[in-house]
Nanobody
Framework: QVQLVESGGGLVQAGGSLRLSCAAS????????MAWFRQAPGKEREFVAG????????YYANSVKGRFTISRDNAKNTVYLQMNSLKPDDTAVYYC??????????????????WGQGTQVTVSS
């Protein structure tokens, strides 16, 4: 079993920045990719950003491209999400995901086996 623990959420004004962290632990961590998703009240969980664990290739939702950056530290089994120029529309619970079931599913919540507990990000206008 793999455990994912997120941290770094909080309240920030529009235009501000936050950095989220997700530390993976448990049995030997071999996920081919990790990702961040978010879910706002009354909305479905949506893909935000992902990273291929070995090659480091990154991919983003159009809504965050140019503002958010995903990165990883292989030695620490940790993935980060640097969020800049935050907008009120970015307000959501952010979830870390791992255990990609197939590369074609990398943008879908059903494509991942493991999830963190979520961390709240609130952006005030």
């Amino acid at each position: 079993q793999v455990q994912l623990v997120e941290s770094g959420g909080g309240l920030v004004q529009a235009g501000g920045s936050l950095r989220l962290s997700c530390a993976a632990s448990g049995r030997t961590f071999t996920s081919s990719a990790m990702a961040w998703f978010r879910q706002a009240p009354g909305k479905e969980r949506e893909f935000v950003a992902g990273i291929d664990w070995s090659a480091g290739n990154t991919y983003y939702a159009n809504s965050v491209k140019g503002r958010f950056t995903i990165s990883r530290d292989n030695a620490k089994n940790t993935v980060y999400l640097q969020m800049n120029s935050l907008k009120p529309d970015d307000t959501a619970v952010y979830y870390c995901a791992a255990g990609l079931r197939g590369y074609g599913l990398k943008y879908a919540p059903r494509g991942y086996d493991y999830w963190g507990q979520g961390t709240q990000v609130t952006v005030s206008s």
